[in-house]
């Protein structure tokens, strides 16, 4: 499975700016995830793909879907590519990543939570996550474990 990271469209089906009801649509439609959690009138939709253990939310305002947010799956063996400019961003180690991202002109401003923003494209990406994700040789993340695409950062 991809799910490509659309910067100021969105990622996968959905696209910033699409009404609540047109996001169900689309979840009905792609049929890769289930709902956990939504109200009638979401402030989020929470999905899960329960055979990679992987997230997806979807956030909104004023009816509007402004946020796609995307948490890595659990399983190392997930046939899922998460991809940003064509890079998964989910499999390269975040420190390469970044380098490829900004070999390509990105420009990424980093912050001591541990959030690194992609301005101009709208999205961030982040090691968030308490999971035991494969770490590096000093016990830090190896990937990414979070994408967020919004119409606003």
């Given at each position: 499975m991809?799910?490509?990271?659309?910067?100021?469209?969105?990622?996968?089906?959905?696209?910033?700016?699409?009404p609540?009801?047109?996001?169900?649509?689309?979840?009905?439609?792609?049929?890769?995830?289930?709902?956990?959690?939504?109200?009638?009138?979401?402030?989020?939709?929470?999905?899960?793909?329960?055979?990679?253990?992987?997230?997806?939310?979807?956030?909104?305002t004023?009816?509007?879907?402004?946020?796609?947010?995307?948490?890595?799956?659990?399983?190392?063996?997930?046939d899922v590519?998460?991809?940003l400019?064509?890079?998964?961003?989910?499999?390269?180690p975040?420190?390469d990543?970044?380098?490829?991202?900004?070999?390509?002109?990105?420009?990424?401003?980093e912050?001591?939570?541990?959030?690194?923003?992609l301005?101009?494209?709208?999205v961030i990406?982040?090691?968030r996550?308490?999971?035991?994700y494969?770490?590096?040789?000093?016990?830090?993340?190896?990937?990414?474990?979070?994408?967020?695409?919004?119409?606003?950062?």
């Amino acid at each position: 499975m991809d799910v490509e990271i659309r910067p100021r469209i969105g990622a996968g089906p959905f696209r910033l700016g699409m009404p609540v009801g047109d996001a169900r649509a689309a979840v009905a439609k792609w049929g890769l995830f289930r709902t956990l959690s939504s109200d009638e009138e979401p402030g989020q939709i929470v999905l899960r793909q329960d055979r990679f253990a992987m997230d997806v939310v979807l956030g909104f305002t004023r009816g509007a879907l402004s946020g796609v947010e995307l948490v890595r799956f659990q399983h190392e063996d997930a046939d899922v590519r998460v991809l940003l400019d064509g890079l998964d961003v989910f499999r390269i180690p975040s420190g390469d990543l970044f380098e490829q991202l900004a070999e390509r002109g990105h420009i990424i401003e980093e912050n001591d939570l541990g959030f690194d923003a992609l301005p101009e494209l709208k999205v961030i990406l982040a090691n968030r996550s308490s999971h035991a994700y494969p770490v590096d040789e000093e016990g830090d993340p190896l990937y990414y474990d979070y994408v967020l695409v919004a119409d606003r950062i």
